[in-house]
């Protein structure tokens, strides 16, 4: 089942701060972030395992509660590059090895001089 | 660049056709995985394989078509085409075990064009 990520869009300042959550109905194993502009790959920023940890580099960070199936990815001081559309993926705790990652439709992050 | 290799980049074919789209993993992965992205959609899972063997399905139609071969890369065919099969087709890979915890790096794409 898909993940759902909110706000579907947002639109920022540099410099100014932005918060990207995404929560699932089902157990998960993991939550991956990605930034993917348009007609590009998606880019892989970080990856969050059962466990309940935080993990950050540079001014992007993200907190994974698993207890609530939820993941937040915080931007601080953004920056033009940030701008592009944020998925999470989502694997979810199947207990065994077929495994599938299921992307939620994405957040449009604008970041505006 | 994440070292996953996707041929052809920009295809345009008519209704009805048949297509195969392929993707080399990055060296020393043994899953592979394909989305399919529309016009402001998000990725949509495909199907996943891992060593040659299917692993895991989504929301993948009876038309397509997947295999994994020997040397580890992979082919999606998309049969009888019709237009709103238009979209942008990743192929991914990841590390050994294909585990949920592996990091996911994607390829270009491929730009599929029905007319």
């Known amino acids: 089942q898909q993940p759902v990520q909110s706000p579907q869009a947002v639109i920022l300042r540099e410099g100014e701060d932005a918060v990207i959550n995404c929560s699932s109905s089902?157990?998960?194993?993991?939550v991956h972030w990605y930034r993917q502009k348009h007609g590009e790959a998606p880019v892989f920023l970080m990856i969050l395992l059962k466990g309940g940890e935080q993990k950050g580099h540079d001014k992007i960070s993200a907190s994974f509660n698993e207890k609530k199936q939820q993941s937040s990815l915080y931007l601080t001081a953004s920056q033009l590059s940030y701008s592009g559309t944020y998925f999470c993926g989502t694997g979810e705790d199947s207990g065994g090895s077929n495994y599938k990652l299921t992307f939620g439709k994405g957040t449009l992050l604008t970041v505006n001089p | 660049d994440s070292g996953v290799t996707q041929t052809p980049k920009h295809l345009i074919t008519a209704t009805g056709q048949r297509v195969t789209l392929r993707c080399s993993p990055r060296?020393?992965?043994?899953?592979v995985y394909w989305y399919q992205q529309s016009l402001d959609q998000g990725l949509q899972f495909l199907i996943q394989?891992?060593?040659?063997?299917?692993?895991a399905k989504g929301n993948i139609l009876e038309r397509f078509s997947a295999q994994q071969f020997p040397d580890l890369h992979s082919e999606l065919n998309l049969s009888s085409l019709e237009l709103g099969d238009s979209a942008l087709y990743f192929c991914?890979?990841?590390?050994?075990?294909?585990?949920?915890?592996?990091?996911?790096?994607f390829g270009e794409g491929s730009w599929l064009t029905v007319v």
């Open positions: 394989y891992y060593n040659g063997e299917e692993r």
């Open positions: 060296s020393g992965d043994l899953s």
């Open positions: 991914a890979s990841s590390g050994r075990q294909g585990r949920p915890g592996n990091t996911i790096y």
């Open positions: 089902k157990a998960l194993y993991s």
